[in-house]
């Protein structure tokens, strides 16, 4: 079993969700940076390594999939769960057809969350 914190880049526009995900996720041994918004996530991305990167599809300065596109030339093998709200599966199936690992509804259960990004990392 990897002993390592994972590495986690929490990328939304949503300051109040990526602020109470940190929290969770953090109580649960995962190491989480946080990005509000697509421009600052590229500038992190840019200085530090992750081992999974979570990407919220709609954002208002840049299109999650564009952000997607950048993470995927800038680190090819990092896996990125992309975050959805309801009514927009079809762009997060087009997320996974640009390299997405997978993705999720939002809002989802934490423990899925957690479920997915073991399964990312250990793939």
Do not use: W
Not at 2 to 28: A, C, H, M, S, W
Not at 82 to 106: I, N, P, Q, R, W
């Amino acid at each position: 079993m990897n002993t390592e914190v994972i590495r986690v880049l929490l990328v939304d526009d949503e300051t109040g969700f990526t602020e109470v995900l940190q929290k969770r996720l953090g109580k649960r041994g995962l190491d989480i940076l946080t990005a509000v918004g697509g421009t600052v996530a590229i500038q992190i991305l840019r200085k530090n390594d992750f081992d999974v990167a979570i990407l919220d599809l709609k954002m208002e300065d840049m299109d999650g999939i564009e952000v997607l596109k950048i993470f995927k030339k800038m680190d090819p093998d990092m896996p990125v769960i992309m975050l959805t709200g309801h009514g927009s599966e079809k762009a997060a199936k087009e997320g996974v057809s640009y390299g997405a690992f997978d993705y999720l509804l939002k809002p989802c259960d934490l423990e899925e969350l957690l479920e997915k990004i073991h399964q990312a990392v250990n793939r």
